[in-house]
């Protein structure tokens, strides 16, 4: 059984920054890729980031020159920096996984961007 556990979100002030991490355990075969997602309130689930397990990433406009995408092989980790957050950040950010090409998500973890 495969689990994706997210850590690291929080309250921040507008201007911080926070790491998330998304663990993945279980019966691993192989991994092909890990994304974050963002969903906030009211709006549908987007794509942050993502990137394979050989090292290529991938950022959408809207974070890409406040946000990094990195891996930790051995302890099979992804981690989302988050720079410069802005309160529009906002959301429960949702790893997910790519798996053997099965698709596998955490229960997400909360990021709020508030004075």
């Known amino acids: 059984q495969v689990q994706l556990v997210e850590s690291g979100g929080g309250l921040v002030q507008p201007g911080g920054s926070l790491r998330l991490s998304c663990a993945v355990s279980g019966s691993l075969s192989r991994i092909y890729g890990v994304a974050w997602h963002r969903q906030a309130p009211g709006k549908e689930r987007e794509l942050v980031a993502a990137?394979?397990?050989?090292?290529?990433?991938r950022l959408v406009n809207s974070v890409k020159d406040r946000f990094s995408i990195y891996r930790d092989i051995d302890r099979n980790t992804v981690y989302l920096q988050m720079n410069s957050l802005k309160p529009e950040d906002t959301a429960v950010y949702y790893c997910?996984?790519?798996?053997?090409?099965?698709?596998?998500w955490g229960q997400g973890t909360l990021v709020s961007v508030s004075e």
């Open positions: 990137i394979t397990w050989g090292g290529d990433t």
């Open positions: 997910n996984a790519d798996i053997d090409h099965s698709d596998y």
